[in-house]
C-alpha cells in the first residue's frame, strides 16, 4: 500500500497554483482503505540552501500550509507505514515540478506550454531519484496493472540513466540488472 501512494504521488497530474496539501490524498488512499495512515508529511521541500526539509512547499495534511507547487520546485515523495515494535516500510524518492504539455508530455521550459485561451496550465512531477525499488515485499495481488506497468518503466529508466555510470560485468552491475528487471505478475 504504500508504494501505491508513492506511485498515485509520482503520476498525478494536477492544475496550476494547487497547494500540497490537496496532493497529500494520492499518497494516503490505499492505507486509509486499510485503515491505515502515517504520522508524517508525505513531502517537503529539498533545494536551494541545502536543508533537508526545505520549505515553503509540502506535500503534507498541514491545510495550513497554502503554498503552491511551482514549476521547478523539488519534493520528496515518501509515503510510510509503521507499526511501533515491529516494522516500518517507507519509499522516498525526489521529484521535480514541471509543465504538462498538451499532447500530455512533460515540459522542461520555464513558461507554461501554450494553450487554448481560458485553459489552466497543468503540472506532473518529473522523477530524479534514480534507484530500483526493491520487489519482494511487494504484494501484486494488491496493485493494478497500471501501477505494475509504473513500476517497470521506472525501472526500464533507472536501467537506461544508471548502466552508463557502472562498469560491465561489475556486481554493482549484475546488481542493478537483476532488481530492473520486470516484475513477476504470475501470482496474481
Known amino acids: 500500500r504504500v508504494l501505491k501512494g508513492n506511485i498515485g504521488v509520482d503520476s498525478m497530474t494536477y492544475p496550476e497554483n494547487t497547494p500540497g496539501f490537496v496532493l497529500d490524498v494520492f499518497a494516503r488512499k490505499a492505507l486509509w482503505e486499510a485503515g491505515r495512515d502515517y504520522g508524517h508529511g508525505t ?9 533537508v526539509h526545505e520549505g515553503p512547499h509540502s506535500i503534507s495534511p498541514r491545510w495550513a500550509n497554502k503554498e503552491v507547487m511551482k514549476f521547478g520546485m523539488v519534493v520528496s515523495n515518501e509515503p510510510g507505514y509503521y507499526e511501533d515494535g515491529n516494522y516500518g516500510i517507507r519509499i522516498e524518492n525526489l521529484l521535480e515540478v514541471q509543465y504538462v504539455d498538451p499532447s500530455g508530455g512533460v515540459g522542461e521550459g520555464e513558461e507554461p506550454p501554450e494553450k487554448p485561451a481560458g485553459q489552466k496550465s497543468f503540472l506532473k512531477f518529473a522523477k530524479l531519484t534514480m534507484i530500483p525499488i526493491q520487489k519482494n515485499l511487494i504484494d501484486t495481488k494488491l496493485m493494478t496493472d497500471a501501477e505494475l506497468d509504473w ?25 542493478l540488472k537483476k532488481s530492473c528487471e520486470k516484475i513477476d505478475r504470475s501470482g496474481r
Do not use: C, I
Not at 517497470?152 to 560485468?169: F, I, M, N, Q, T
Open 43 to 51: 513531502g517537503h521541500g529539498v533545494g536551494a540552501a541545502l536543508n
Open 151 to 175: 513500476l517497470d518503466l521506472y525501472h526500464d529508466e533507472v536501467l537506461e540513466k544508471v548502466a552508463p555510470l557502472l562498469e560491465e560485468g561489475s556486481e554493482a552491475m549484475v546488481w
